[in-house]
């Protein structure tokens, strides 16, 4: 019996790079949104999950304490 080989193709390094920096340019607008500064939304996108954040927020939490419960 032969095996079928299957070939993935992988995606360039730069494509890859690409989303990597839209995905932190689209969290960081969420936290912007929620009311964090332009400075750190951008310095805490990959490090929180912004879900969480929103949902501070709507229940009447300061976003910057959000920011420090979340951590």
Do not use: K, N, Y
């Not at 390094?13 to 920096?21: F, K, L, V, W, Y």
Request: charged fraction near 30%; hydrophobic fraction near 50%.
């Amino acid at each position: 019996m032969f095996e079928q080989s299957v070939f993935v193709e992988e995606e360039p390094a730069e494509t890859s790079r690409d989303e990597e920096i839209l995905i932190q340019s689209w969290r960081a607008e969420q936290l912007r949104r929620l009311g964090l500064s332009s400075v750190l939304a951008e310095l805490f996108a990959s490090l929180v999950d912004w879900h969480e954040i929103a949902e501070l927020v709507a229940r009447g939490c300061p976003p910057l304490l959000a920011i420090e419960i979340v951590r």
